[in-house]
Structures are given as structure tokens and as C-alpha cells.
């Protein structure tokens, strides 16, 4: 099992950029890929970003391409999302979660940290 901890985020004017940080534990960190999720008020949780075990291949939710990028350090067990450009649109609280493969939905994943906000500005 991985335990996940999101830190980062914060209140940023809309044009202004943020970078959020996923801190891991567990030995099974770099075998598990990750998944960036974000949720609004009234809103489900929406997939935004994901990066598989080796940090080779990354995929985008259409809504965010060009301006977030995921990566991940396995050595310091640690995967990021830097948020470029941010809209008033992306003000969700951001999750980050750990699965066997990287998925859109939010049920393929079984471990998730406990969220951290961001709130953009315009």
C-alpha cells in the first residue's frame, strides 16, 4: 500500500503558475504509476494528469495540455505537477493517487492522499 501526501497548493492570479508535489512511502512506489485528479465544489472528480511507473509516458486531460506537465523523481519518491497558465477553471482541490496503470477513472486507483487546494484568481 502507498501512502500519498499533496503539497502545494495555494491562491495564484489566473496567468500565474503553481507546482504541486505528491510525497510518497512504501516500497512500491516506483512500480506504481500515478494519476493527478482534481474536484470541485459540486462537481466530480475529474481525471487531469497521469505518468506511469518509469516516468517515460505521460497523458493529459484535453482541458490541461500545454499547460500542466507531470514528472516524477523515484528517488525521492516524489511526483509533480507543475500548472502553468492557470485559469479560474482549474480552482479544484487536487489529488494524486497511486495504481498499477495509469486510468481516467477514479475507481481504478487504491490509494489517494488527502487532497490539497488550489484556487485561481482572475
Known amino acids: 500500500q502507498v501512502q500519498l501526501v499533496e503539497s502545494g497548493g495555494g491562491l495564484v492570479r489566473a496567468g500565474g503558475s503553481l507546482r504541486l508535489s505528491c510525497a510518497a512511502s512504501?516500497?512500491?512506489?516506483?512500480?506504481?504509476?500515478i494519476g493527478w485528479f482534481r474536484q470541485a465544489p459540486g462537481k466530480e472528480r475529474e481525471f487531469v494528469a497521469g505518468?506511469?511507473?518509469?516516468?517515460?509516458?505521460?497523458y493529459y486531460a484535453d482541458s490541461v495540455k500545454g499547460r500542466f506537465t507531470i514528472s516524477r523523481d523515484n528517488a525521492k519518491n516524489t511526483v509533480y505537477l507543475q500548472m502553468n497558465n492557470l485559469e479560474p477553471e482549474d480552482t479544484a482541490v487536487y489529488y494524486c493517487?497511486?495504481?498499477?496503470?495509469?486510468?481516467?477513472?477514479?475507481?481504478?486507483?487504491?490509494?489517494w492522499g488527502q487532497g490539497t487546494q488550489v484556487t485561481v484568481s482572475s
Open positions: 493517487a497511486a495504481g498499477r496503470f495509469v486510468m481516467t477513472s477514479a475507481p481504478s486507483y487504491a490509494s
Open positions: 512504501g516500497r512500491t512506489f516506483s512500480n506504481s504509476a
Open positions: 505518468v506511469n511507473r518509469s516516468g517515460g509516458s505521460t
